[in-house]
């Protein structure tokens, strides 16, 4: 059992670096083939998440478009000041 062992990290050795130096998309990609690879094995499923990730984005760009098309934000003259305003600590009840 221990051979076997020291197969696997032997054979983790060598592919370690192969696999640092794939572009990123590539690494994305097989850590998709592994994870599906896995659950396989284990009798489990991965769901897929894109679909719902486009449909989410497509409804955030429509509502952004509604706002442009509102002028939602102009009355807001400086964005960067407006941002730190909305971004400052209030008091919370009971906590003095």
């Given at each position: 059992?221990?051979k076997n062992?020291?197969q ?30 896995l ?14 990730k ?14 442009a ?28």
């Amino acid at each position: 059992m221990k051979k076997n062992k020291e197969q696997h990290t032997t054979s983790l050795a060598r592919i370690l670096p192969l696999v640092e130096s794939l572009p990123q998309a590539d690494k994305f990609q097989l850590m998709q083939s592994l994870l599906t690879q896995l659950a396989w094995e284990q009798g489990l499923s991965l769901q897929r998440r894109n679909k719902v990730k486009s449909s989410q984005g497509k409804r955030m760009a429509a509502v952004l478009q509604r706002m442009a098309d509102r002028h939602a934000l102009s009355h807001i003259d400086d964005p960067a000041a407006w941002q730190r305003e909305i971004r400052k600590d209030r008091p919370l009840p009971g906590r003095e």
